[in-house]
DNA sequence: GAAAGTATGTTGTTATAACAACATTTTTGA
DNA sequence: TCAAAAATGTTGTTATAACAACATACTTTC
């Protein structure tokens, strides 16, 4: 196992590659070889390991009630997945992951991990959740109003916020962008181009802004 | 403080009074009055304290982009809000939080109790981190089909498994559950009636069955 | 730099949800 | 037990999004 680069990932931050064999040692983690197209996870299964992608890469999928299947995301090196449903303790998942290409995938039982007593690694696990729990927050937000414009307007807002003026990048495709709102491309593009026209916002391919401001009170 | 109830919670749950005291002295722990209707956390702030109320309750509120202000959650005695924000560090919070009525407030410094190096609390933390986690996807899941419709069977293909047989009891008012599902209330009862008509569902009140299962494959 | 492929924008049509207003049922509490 | 209030269901109208099909622009890559 290369624990020169394990260490280096995000969750063992803090860690040595020594410190780091010793808690997988004491963890029995373990690896194991994905072909492509190959199961990690199995939808609805349940699982009480946390998953690292070592090699290679990972997507995570889930098919709608009439079985067409979308990918929530991709996992890559270093990343990680599945460690919600570890902690959660006995949830049956609501995606399956599925080795994108040859990958190496590193098993983690969570449950000998809490017994290793190791407080950076789970101080390393308790920021990552937190982390993805406000994007998770964040993604409810901007996706709950019930028009594309509210959608558009809320997810700018927090773009406009993060980047301290009214001006900002969209780290996504439009077809992303869409897919992130949960609305039809087109209609996005065609939105877009409303609120341009009305003088809302102004663009140049991922370059916006946004030229009204959020209304507080009343 | 009421050491008593506190080490009662989910958030000590393993952690005698003593040691409940022992942790909270080391942190700094502390408790604030808050009355009807006052501020406990700024929309738009930054927090390194995790919240419990003790006393009373809180409404966690957010204003949509033209200010009209929506009821996210409520939270009662012995529940906790904005730790997501603490163990993140830095991330400007996007929803404010009110004392729905004269509530006491026990506030914990996340930095001040991670160095306190308590296992158990950091465990109990991580669960419940991950508990929210996978209810934010859960809620993700189910309102990112774009119809009604499809938002209704992801919904009660949860419950229905969840339940293990075809019939389960929604756990909200019509209402509720419209605010749930991000859609509104007569168009979700109008819905529902329809996919009775056509067989779909049954139901009587709040329990419901489903007479179909998801499509997997092809 | 031409051709193919991909991403984005446009437009018209259709399906669906929001909204509003009201009817009916259920719950509450005096 | 009755009246009032709250929740739920119904229906018609209007606003909006999805969808489909195509036009245009940008990006590979050979």
Known sequence: MDYEFISGTELFSGLSAEETR???NISYAYTKLFGKEETVFELGSVTSCAA???CGSVRVERPDFYGTVSIIS????????AEAYAFAHGEKMMVSAVA???????????EALL??????????FLKDASMKNLRLSRKIVHTSPKTIRGRVLEYFAYLSQNAGGNEFIV?????RM???????????SAELSKMRR????????????LMVSRRVLT
Chains 1, 2 share one sequence.
């Open 22 to 24: 010793e808690i997988l």
């Open 52 to 54: 690292m992608v070592l």
């Open 74 to 81: 991709t996992i890559g090196p270093g990343e990680m997945f």
């Open 100 to 110: 994108a290409e040859e990958s190496e995938i590193l098993f983690i039982d969570t």
């Open 115 to 124: 017994e290793s007593g190791n407080i950076t690694i789970l101080k390393n």
């Open 171 to 175: 780290p996504f495709s439009r077809s």
């Open 178 to 188: 869409a897919e992130y709102l949960s609305v039809d491309r087109s209609a996005l």
């Open 198 to 209: 009305e003088g809302i916002i102004e663009f140049e391919k991922n370059r916006f802004r």
